[in-house]
Each structure stands twice: as C-alpha cells, then as structure tokens.
C-alpha cells in the first residue's frame, strides 16, 4: 500500500543509516570554530521579510524568486531564513555586542529553488560571521578556518576562488564600466539582469543564465577597477594565505550574488561535484550593519551546504561501530540481558539487544550488521554461574568473564583498542 503522505519535493528525510554522516561532519565544523575561537549564534527560524529585502538585496535571485514568505496571524510579513548573514548582523546589532565578534551557526535555510543533487529547498548551512574586523588577517582567517574544516572531514583537492568586487568609493567606476560594456546587449540578457542593469550590473557576472554567461565574455575587470585601498586589502589576503600555504586561485568572475559583499568575495570548488563544484561561498560585508540601521561595522563570513560536503565526500567516511550487542540465548536470560544493556550504556559504552525475542543465530547476525565490536551472550550456564561470555566480533576469540567485571572489562578494552588507532 501507497503511503499517503510525502516529504515536500526539495526536502528529504535524513534516516539513521545516513544521518551519522551529518554528525560526523557537524561535530569537525563545531570544533575548528571551538579552536578558532568563534562561539556558537543560534538565531529564529524565521524573520521580518525586511530583514532579507533590505539586507539581501530587493532585486537578488533570493528576494524575488526563492523566499519563503507568509502572513502571520498578527498581519506580520515573515519569511523562513534564506540565508544566515542577515540574522546574525541583526542580532549583533539588537544585543548590541561590541568588540570583534566570532560566531559560528549550524542551520537550516530555505530556499525556493529547483532541486538537484546536494541542493533542496531545506537545507543544512554551515557558517561563520566574523564582525567587528576590518583588517585581511580576519579575511584569511575565514578561509583558513574552512580548509582546516575540509583536512578534518578528509576531503582533499578544494581549492579557494579568490576576488575582490571594491567599496563604495571604488565601485561607480566599474558599475559605469559594466554599463558601457552591458549596454548593448541588453536585448540579449534576461530579465533580471536588465534590471540589474540599473540597480547593480555588478550581478549580471554572478547570473546563471546560459545567454547571461554568454554576453558577459569580456566583460571589465573588477580588479582592474579597485581603489588603492581595496588594492592594498587584497594584496594583504593574498600574503596571508601565501603564507599559511593555502590554495587559492585569483578569479576576477567571482562577485557573488547578494547586495551587501563589498571586497573580498571568494568560493571555494572541489572537482567531485562536476560543474556545480562550489561547496562554500562568502566575502566581505562591510555595508551590511549600516543597512540594517546599525552603525558602520565591518564583517565577513561564508556559509557552506553540509549536504553538498555529504555528497562530495561520497563513502571515504567509515559507519561507527555499535560497542557491544547484548545477546540472550533463552526467554529466561532476556531480562538479565536488558539490565546488562542499560548498565553498559550508563557507564558510556554504546550497547543494544534483541527486543523481538529472535533466536541467537538471528541476534548475531543482527550484531554483525550493526557492526558490533563485541557480543556479550547470556544463556542458562552464565545465569547459573553469574558470568557473561565475550565474544571479540572480529577474531572469534571468547572470554568467560564474571558478571560485575563486564563493563570495566569492556570499558578498559574499548579505551585499549582507541589508543592503537590513534
């Protein structure tokens, strides 16, 4: 029979056989932020829709076709996180935090775009916002704390896109650049790239729009169009990750797509996804505070898709290994096997057992398939003898041990085993 209800198309369901890969990767990125010195920001899942037009940007891709925006029952416009920068900065600014602050988010963005592999409409974001910095130490920091974030996940061969799109001072100069070049063919670009044809031609280079890529070939340089301080700040970036052996391309094409990026704008590509390789994205935000009512505050972040990072490290992680299966060879010995179970688990070591009253063969083929590292049996002889058998799941060798020494046992054995593995 046909279930009768869905997950949403652009959404999935992460089950338990998958969902240690999601961990796994979360719990590196939480610990590079931890050794980077960034603390954790957990903002709501939804905000004003202001937030994201004034912040995004009223004529992005994001605003005007991928949002998620409803009318609460107050009458209030409100929209599910299309991205994570804006929500930060407002809480920045709302709790009036001072200094430099480093912070770091795990969160799901919504997005009403076409799904495809490693992109739906929920997903996973992981970021960070360094605000309150304006120096290229901060900005080569970012991109250092993410490639330590690839080495620790194992996925080898990223490599940086590295840009800068200028400031306020410096960028006239090259939107009237764009205009003289985009002008015309403006009959050739879509319509949202006409439009920003006025707003922002600097967008035009960040459209996916095959007609779109094609005109712009040849388009003006927007490192060719940088003030001398926009031109020192990127010099700075480029001597820090020289010096910390980063690999990173000079890309003049990376723009990214949102109107608050002011100079340094990078993404960085790995080669398991194809065309679509980019698995992280972010710059500079040194407008965004002052946008959004605040002060002028310098800031920089990315953000990364931990599904895209799932699928581009494909099967080089290994599954975790249930410690012990609890094994009971009779009705009578299940009782004992439960308690055996429970104790094992408060004492940390991951256990599990048979809860459906299958025969013994079953429970070890069971415990082979959670990949159990040891089998701890219970039958009529280790009742009446108040004893545990311990059969090593790799080698077969079994051990009689008595019944209070197990979880010591099993404990010192596990912590023997982690050390060889090291």
Same mark, same amino acid.
């Not at 690839?150 to 799109?165: C, K, M, N, P, R």
């Not at 920089?300 to 898709?305: E, K, Q």
């Given at each position: 029979?046909?279930?009768?209800?869905?997950?949403?198309?652009?959404?999935?369901?992460?089950?338990?056989?998958?969902?240690?890969?999601?961990?796994? *990767?979360?719990?590196? +990125? %939480?610990?590079?932020?931890?050794?980077? $010195?960034?603390?954790?920001?957990? &903002?709501? !899942?939804?905000? @004003?829709?202001?937030?994201?037009?004034?912040?995004?940007?009223?004529?992005?891709?994001?605003?005007?076709?991928?949002?998620?925006?409803?009318?609460?029952?107050?009458?209030?416009?409100?929209?599910?996180?299309?991205?994570?920068?804006?929500?930060?900065?407002?809480?920045?600014?709302?709790?009036?935090?001072?200094?430099?602050?480093?912070?770091?988010? *795990?969160?799901?963005? +919504? %997005?009403?775009?076409?799904?495809?592999? $490693?992109?739906?409409?929920?997903? &996973?974001? !992981?970021?960070? @916002?360094?605000?309150?910095?304006?120096?290229?130490?901060?900005?080569?920091?970012?991109?250092?704390?993410?490639?330590?974030?690839?080495?620790?996940?194992?996925?080898?061969?990223?490599?940086?896109?590295?840009?800068?799109?200028?400031?306020?001072?410096?960028?006239?100069?090259?939107?009237?650049?764009?205009?003289?070049?985009?002008?015309?063919?403006?009959?050739?670009?879509?319509?949202?790239?006409?439009?920003?044809?006025?707003?922002?031609?600097?967008?035009?280079?960040?459209?996916?729009?095959?007609?779109?890529?094609?005109?712009?070939?040849?388009?003006?340089?927007?490192?060719?169009?940088?003030?001398?301080?926009?031109?020192?700040?990127?010099?700075?970036?480029?001597?820090?990750?020289?010096?910390?052996?980063?690999?990173?391309?000079?890309?003049?094409?990376?723009?990214?797509?949102?109107?608050?990026?002011?100079?340094?704008?990078?993404?960085?590509?790995?080669?398991?996804?194809?065309?679509?390789?980019?698995?992280?994205?972010?710059?500079?935000?040194?407008?965004?505070?002052?946008?959004?009512?605040?002060?002028?505050?310098?800031?920089?972040?990315?953000?990364?898709?931990?599904?895209?990072?799932?699928?581009?490290?494909?099967?080089?992680?290994?599954?975790?290994?249930?410690?012990?299966?609890?094994?009971?060879?009779?009705?009578?010995?299940?009782?004992?096997?439960?308690?055996?179970?429970?104790?094992?688990?408060?004492?940390?070591?991951?256990?599990?057992?048979?809860?459906?009253?299958?025969?013994?063969?079953?429970?070890?083929?069971?415990?082979?398939?959670?990949?159990?590292?040891?089998?701890?049996?219970?039958?009529?002889?280790?009742?009446?003898?108040?004893?545990?058998?311990?059969?090593?799941?790799?080698?077969?060798?079994?051990?009689?041990?008595?019944?209070?020494?197990?979880?010591?046992?099993?404990?010192?054995?596990?912590?023997?085993?982690?050390?060889?593995?090291?």
């Amino acid at each position: 029979m046909a279930p009768k209800y869905k997950a949403p198309r652009g959404t999935q369901d992460v089950l338990p056989e998958d969902s240690w890969r999601w961990q796994r *990767v979360e719990a590196a +990125f %939480r610990d590079i932020c931890r050794r980077y $010195g960034y603390g954790e920001i957990r &903002t709501p !899942l939804f905000e @004003e829709t202001d937030l994201f037009v004034h912040g995004t940007g009223p004529g992005t891709e994001i605003v005007n076709k991928q949002m998620y925006t409803f009318e609460d029952r107050g009458g209030r416009s409100l929209t599910l996180r299309p991205e994570g920068t804006p929500s930060v900065v407002r809480a920045y600014l709302e709790h009036k935090l001072t200094g430099v602050q480093k912070l770091y988010y *795990v969160a799901p963005i +919504f %997005r009403y775009e076409r799904p495809q592999a $490693g992109r739906y409409r929920q997903h &996973t974001q !992981l970021g960070v @916002e360094a605000i309150g910095a304006p120096g290229h130490d901060m900005d080569a920091e970012v991109i250092a704390l993410f490639h330590d974030f690839l080495d620790a996940i194992g996925l080898q061969g990223a490599v940086t896109h590295l840009s800068s799109i200028g400031c306020p001072n410096c960028r006239p100069a090259l939107s009237a650049a764009l205009r003289g070049f985009f002008g015309p063919k403006l009959a050739d670009l879509c319509d949202f790239c006409r439009a920003r044809y006025e707003t922002n031609p600097l967008r035009i280079l960040d459209c996916k729009a095959p007609a779109d890529i094609e005109a712009r070939q040849g388009a003006p340089n927007a490192l060719d169009h940088l003030c001398e301080e926009c031109r020192e700040h990127f010099a700075g970036v480029r001597t820090q990750l020289d010096a910390l052996a980063i690999p990173y391309e000079v890309d003049p094409t990376i723009v990214r797509g949102l109107d608050y990026y002011s100079r340094t704008a990078f993404e960085v590509v790995h080669p398991s996804l194809g065309a679509k390789d980019v698995i992280m994205g972010g710059g500079r935000y040194d407008g965004l505070a002052e946008m959004l009512g605040g002060s002028p505050t310098p800031g920089i972040g990315f953000g990364s898709g931990l599904e895209r990072l799932i699928l581009s490290l494909g099967d080089k992680q290994l599954p975790p290994r249930l410690a012990v299966y609890v094994g009971a060879a009779s009705p009578d010995a299940h009782q004992s096997a439960f308690a055996l179970a429970i104790e094992l688990r408060r004492a940390g070591i991951p256990a599990d057992l048979d809860y459906t009253g299958r025969s013994l063969r079953a429970q070890m083929r069971e415990a082979s398939r959670l990949g159990a590292r040891f089998a701890a049996l219970l039958g009529e002889d280790e009742l009446k003898a108040n004893t545990v058998t311990v059969r090593d799941m790799d080698t077969g060798e079994q051990l009689t041990i008595p019944r209070a020494q197990v979880a010591q046992r099993l404990a010192a054995q596990r912590a023997a085993q982690a050390e060889v593995e090291q």
